[in-house]
């Protein structure tokens, strides 16, 4: 009885029949040569693409425009216009906008070295000042000079000398900034 009911076995389990070697190896070469073929055909079209590629085209000429003016260098500026070895801050101190900006051009124009312009910490000053800051004293007489201020006026020129500043001269512009003669001038043109 125990004889009689046999068990199947699964298919998954099962090892398969071998077939024969010559069907396998024939299906094996027929694949092999399908490969060569494409791989000549794959060289052949790389090999014509980059012939095309490699043709000469239509040849292009560049032509830049010709510069009448060249422009002048900064050293060709700077020799024409040399800057003085003194450095100023700028501080607008009534609140005008833009005033700082024009001063900063006025004393440029007189080779002074500009080193920033901005607001001052308060708005309140009456009166412009011209704060030396360094022992360059005669940058700062050619500020003052200028601005056509005084070098002996206290009103005017002030001495306070901090090494810790990065500037040779502080201009806080006050609320008489128009009473200044060189101002005058310059914002009348």
């Known amino acids: 009885m125990a004889k009689s009911k046999r ?3 699964s298919k998954l389990f099962s090892t ?6 010559g069907k396998k190896a024939q299906r094996m070469g027929l694949i092999n040569a399908g490969i060569a073929v494409m791989s000549l055909l794959l060289v052949a079209f790389i090999f014509s693409f980059s012939g095309r590629q490699t043709q000469m085209g239509v040849p292009i000429e560049v032509k830049f425009p010709s510069m009448p ?3 002048k260098l900064a050293t060709e500026i700077y020799d024409a216009n040399p800057m003085m070895d003194v450095e100023i801050e700028i501080l607008n101190g009534c609140g005008e906008p833009g005033l700082a900006a024009k001063f900063s051009t006025l004393l440029r124009q007189n080779r002074v070295d500009v080193v920033r312009s901005e607001n001052a910490d308060h708005f309140e000053y009456d009166k412009t000042i011209l704060i ?3 022992e ?3 940058g700062m007489k050619h500020v003052a000079d ?5 070098v002996d006026n206290p009103g005017q020129v002030i001495t306070s000398v901090d090494p810790n500043l990065d500037v040779d001269l502080t201009l806080i512009i006050g609320k008489d900034f128009r009473s200044i003669s060189s101002i005058q001038s310059y914002l009348s043109n």
Request: glycine share 4%; net charge positive; aromatic share 4%.
């Open 132 to 134: 030396q800051r360094s």
């Open 69 to 71: 003016d060249t422009p």
């Open 136 to 138: 360059n004293v005669s």
């Open 16 to 21: 398969p029949r071998k077939k024969s070697r």
């Open 7 to 9: 068990r199947k076995s």
């Open 146 to 150: 200028a601005l056509g201020f005084s």
